[in-house]
């Protein structure tokens, strides 16, 4: 049996060649894009990325150029702060000078014998004020001027006493004084000291530097503050 091929040549079939379909032609071409534009994409964040690393390298540079003048800067505030905080309390002290000679005077005249006080502290903010020597039986305090404290401010009083009598004599006295409310007793504890055997003790209370006097004048009439003239 005879065949004839009647297509034209360039559309007759040649033998031994392959040829994709339409189909698989455009999907390797959509792939090959697809690689293209991932690599593209690649390299960008690659480029990113190092461009990234680079400001944070010179970024920590400066931090490392800076740190000393970042040190200077926290120090002079810090200095400042204090600075402040000595000026406040310096103010304070100059504002209430003649009420602080007057509530130590009343304090000195009310410590019994063989008791001393080592320091008292005014306020939540005060500092304890260092104490000057004195021994056990002068009767005098040792406490220097504290900060200033605003009226009612809480008071801590800490001292040393040879016998708890005294150490109650000096709460009665206290309870006696214009400038004190509400006195405390925090604790007692013995001690012994060179094999004398003391008491330390601690006490609080409420102190106003503007006190009233106790009992009002002769005619009855409102209690006046010390300094005042009646």
Known sequence: MIEINLLPKELQKRSGSFALPKVASYMVVAVAVLF??????????????????????????????????????????????????????????DKNRSAYVRFLEDLSSRIPEYLWLASFKEGQVGASAPARPATPNSGGTSAAAPNAAPTGAKTTF????????????FMVQMKKS????????????????????????QLTCDMTLAPELISPDAEGQKPIRLGENP
């Open 36 to 93: 293209a534009v991932l690599g593209g994409f690649t390299f960008f964040q690659k480029w990113r990325i190092g461009q990234m690393n680079k400001k944070i390298a010179a970024a920590r540079v400066r931090e490392a150029k800076m740190q000393k003048d970042i040190q200077l800067v926290d120090a002079l505030t810090d200095l400042k702060g204090k600075i402040l905080e000595r000026m406040s309390a310096i103010e304070g002290l």
């Open 158 to 169: 800490e001292g040393f006493s040879y016998s708890l009598n005294s150490l109650a004599n």
């Open 178 to 201: 214009p400038f004190l409310k509400n006195i405390e007793l925090s604790f007692a504890r013995e001690q012994k000291v060179q094999n004398t055997r003391l008491y330390n003790f």
